[in-house]
């Protein structure tokens, strides 16, 4: 059995913090005049969510949020890769921008096939904000638009991110050192 050994951090709770603001004006400044669907990819993205879209709606008026549960399975490749929404959005998307904000973009599966759905629906603009890019194990090349973070590699937990649905309350972002026993 996999035990959890020692949690490195990584990112500190004010790290974190002082970056959101930045890129919430960043994000304000690109979407100006317009208006803006900000959606939660459940459940990993939701402190994140409402950090970065507070942080949004401090430089723009016009955002609205919503919610969406997907999970990707299937072999692991590209090709292969089914991904289910087990919630969708409420909101008609036709001719609307859509923000996506998620949690970590490891092997890109899940997001890529999401947004192309979205772009099929007609949304005006569809774009992705992640808390962490996660470039090691990346499979499809999917463009990013704002990232709060980078990391190489290895299994991080903490602000939202889960290691077996744990550890997602912790307010700084940690890794997560393994060991078999
Ligand atoms: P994908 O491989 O880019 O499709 O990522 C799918 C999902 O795996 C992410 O949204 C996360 O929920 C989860 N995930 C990937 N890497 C990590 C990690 O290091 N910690 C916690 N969750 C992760
Ligand atoms: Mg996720």
Redo the contacts with the bound molecule.
Sequence with gaps: MLKVKELLPVFPEETIQKRISELGEQIARDYQGEEVICVC?LK?AVFFFTDIVRAIGRHLDGITIDFLRAS?YGSGTSSSCVVNISKDVDTDIKGKNVLFI??????????SKVMGMFKERGAKSVKLCACVD?KE?REVDIHIDYSAFTVDK????GYG???AEKYRELPGIYEAVVEEV
């Design positions: 990819v990993g990707s998620e949690d970590v973009i490891d092997s890109g599966l899940t997001m996660k194990r290895g299994f991080i937990v991110l889960d290691l």
